[in-house]
């Protein structure tokens, strides 16, 4: 199963989850109203009665009606409101469970490398860099939240970073970046919305139990009743509570087990070393505290943990993981059985990265040549030991002061500023403007980039761009918003399109508007390309002219990579009619595309840019941004001049 099929079925395990969760709300509201039958014959003739006969003489639609509406809207308030409050992506689970950030310009060794294998696996992948949080907890366990790449988080325990070597926190990573490549993350944040509506019933009761101990009821018979009458039902919500839990963990089963197994084998093909997974689960199971996770948010999110991280009598019956045991056969069939002890360690000096020589750096921008585009589609959505290690020598090969700008929230904007400027035809009038609406401190820091930006390979402001953007996720509310009008305004002074501050526009600024709550993530509308083929049309032109400067050779590109595309009569628009509104909502209205219509559109494009079987960093970088703004992660691609 490719990247978009995979994306395909989680759309419709969305649809899936939907269903099971119909099935057990229609459960609760057929106990509820047997429940709200046995109390009203109860008032009425003093005897707990559950004889059919009695039942059905006593049945009444008033009831029933007003039962199943209170029961269905209680359910669906809850769940609205669950879904709502995570709405703010994987930082809200984050959150939750009592994680920190762990800043970007971290000193701390092992937090350092444990970046490192996020930032190497996140460019690598071509995919916007999760934010890490790190939870206060002595046990390994792992998990990856949000609604999209755009605003995913990585969590992952003390114990995961001190008890593991190198190697297998790589393996951990990579099943997490298996969960946000494949969709299952946002299956995953639904799946919390969904079930918090249905055990809301049971909490009910709780409370209704719980309130009867302050409550000052009449003792006479009739007062006695009143109180008895109360008291079952909320026992008797309670009860429900429990088949609402039932329900819940058998969802959470469905839903969860087969794709634990799915994220191992995935990242045994990203790292290609199955013993760098298969010993994390090993040190996992010769640890005392296991996988195990105590904070009290633990039991909403345990079926999207790297290994089970609760112990309870439903998680016995209805695990979401499948146990240690057949995982670690599974990737390891000669596995003896026994598990691996662990100690708190400190990361070796072979852990921690190192500049590359002249000559690394050299073969850090040099591939094998980009040949059809074919090869560059199959390689969305998947990662190799190749390519992590391609991304490790590329961000070593940034120049020290840049690398380090990038990863700081502070120094970060002068570099977006320094990048956005260095390519402006009107510097005086970009200079001027950044002195008005960026903060005070910036001109002097931007100009001193600038100068290191000067003889920077192409190739690298990629990279550059994808480091900076985790470090200004750090950035208050109001940090952003004067950073981003800074950057809008000298984007939009020169009222020309250039190609350099659209992919930051639509880069840099789109992942941080979702990230600040600005931007929702787009939702799939669009089954073909004819349906938005005005908007197709529009970007494949827009790629042939960055590639071409003369019209004749752009249109004989346009129509190369239009012919992938299978529409009929695509229209090439002229090059001054690319104005950055135009390009801007057809970029969005491709974003509404379902994924199965995703690859052929891509393809196009790559198609695009080797009409000559020449390929350009500026071309490629400009697909590269499209693809990531499409949820479809391209990992770097070679080029040819």
Not at 179 to 201: A, P, S
Not at 233 to 241: D, H, P, Q, R, T
Not at 424 to 444: G, T
Not at 511 to 521: A, E, N, S
Request: charged content about 20%; some cysteine.
């Amino acid at each position: 199963m490719n990247f978009f099929e995979a994306q395909d079925k989680a759309r419709r395990n969305t649809s899936w989850l939907i269903l099971l969760f119909i099935f057990a709300v229609a459960g609760l509201v057929f106990l509820t109203n047997l429940l709200l039958l046995s109390i009203l014959i109860y008032s009425k003739t003093g005897f707990v009665v559950f004889s059919f006969d009695a039942l059905q003489s006593h049945y009444s639609w008033e009831v029933f009606l007003g039962g199943t509406i209170g029961v269905c809207l209680l359910i669906f308030a809850g769940s609205l409101y669950k879904t709502m409050a995570l709405s703010g992506g994987g930082t809200t689970v984050a959150e939750m469970l009592g994680g920190r950030l762990v800043p970007q310009s971290t000193t701390d060794l092992q937090e350092r490398r444990l970046l490192n294998v996020v930032e190497e696996m996140a460019i690598a992948a071509g995919m916007p860099i999760p934010k890490v949080y790190l939870m206060d907890e002595h046990s390994i366990n792992a998990f990856a939240a949000g609604q999209s790449p755009a605003n995913a988080v990585i969590g992952v325990t003390y114990g995961t970073l001190t008890r593991l070597n190198r190697e297998e926190l790589q393996g951990v990573i990579a099943h997490e970046f298996s969960h946000i490549i494949n969709g299952d993350m946002r299956l995953n944040i639904r799946l919390i919305g969904v079930l918090h509506g249905i055990l809301l019933i049971g909490i009910i009761g709780y409370l209704i139990v719980v309130s009867m101990r302050f409550s000052r009821v009449s003792r006479s018979r009739k007062g006695g009743g009143g109180m008895a009458a109360i008291l079952a039902l909320g026992l008797g919500l309670m009860v429900i509570g429990y088949a609402g839990t039932f329900f819940g963990q058998w969802i959470k089963a469905v839903v969860s087990r087969q794709r634990e197994y799915l994220a191992d084998s995935s990242a045994v093909q990203f790292t290609r070393n199955k013993d760098s997974i298969a010993g994390a689960l090993k040190k996992i199971g010769g640890a005392s505290a296991g996988s195990f996770i105590e904070s009290p948010a633990a039991p909403e999110y345990s079926h999207a943990y790297f290994a089970n991280g609760i112990s309870s009598f439903w998680q016995s019956l209805f695990a979401t993981h499948p146990p240690l045991e057949k995982r670690i056969k599974k990737i390891d069939p000669m596995w003896d059985g026994k598990f691996l002890q662990s100690e708190v360690t400190q990361p070796a000096p072979s852990d921690l990265p190192e500049a590359p020589s002249s000559e690394a750096a050299k073969m850090a921008v040099t591939a094998a040549i980009l040949s059809s585009a074919e090869q560059a589609i199959n390689q969305i959505g998947t990662l190799n030991e190749a390519n992590i290690e391609y991304a490790h020598e590329l961000i070593m090969a940034i120049p020290a002061t840049l690398r380090n700008a990038s990863q700081d929230a502070f120094t970060a904007r002068a570099l977006i500023y320094a990048i956005l400027i260095r390519e402006q035809s009107n510097k005086k009038e970009a200079w001027s403007l950044l002195k008005q609406y960026a903060d005070q401190s910036m001109p002097a820091l931007t100009e001193e980039y600038l100068s290191e930006l000067n003889n920077l390979d192409e190739k690298f402001k990629l990279p550059l761009l994808e480091l900076s953007i985790n470090a200004l996720r750090e950035l208050s509310t109001n940090q952003f918003i004067q950073f981003k009008r800074a950057v809008n305004q000298i984007i939009v002074a020169d009222k020309m399109v250039d190609l350099n501050e659209w992919i930051i526009q639509r880069l840099v600024l789109q992942q941080l508007d979702q990230h600040f709550g600005f931007r929702k993530p787009a939702k799939a509308k669009h089954a073909s390309l004819n349906a938005i083929k005005t908007d197709v049309g529009t970007l494949l032109s827009l790629i042939a002219y960055v590639e071409h400067q003369d019209d004749t050779e752009a249109k004989a590109a346009f129509d190369f990579g239009a012919r992938e595309t299978g529409v009929d009569k695509l229209v090439m628009p002229s090059r001054q009619t690319l104005k950055l509104e135009l390009l801007n909502r057809s970029l969005d209205n491709l974003m509404q595309l379902k994924p199965l219509a995703k690859p052929r559109f891509l393809k196009a494009c790559v198609a695009t840019i080797l009409a000559d079987s020449k390929t350009t960093t500026t071309g490629i970088e400009l697909v590269r941004t499209i693809s990531t703004c499409l949820d479809c992660p391209m990992p770097p691609l070679p080029t040819s001049q």
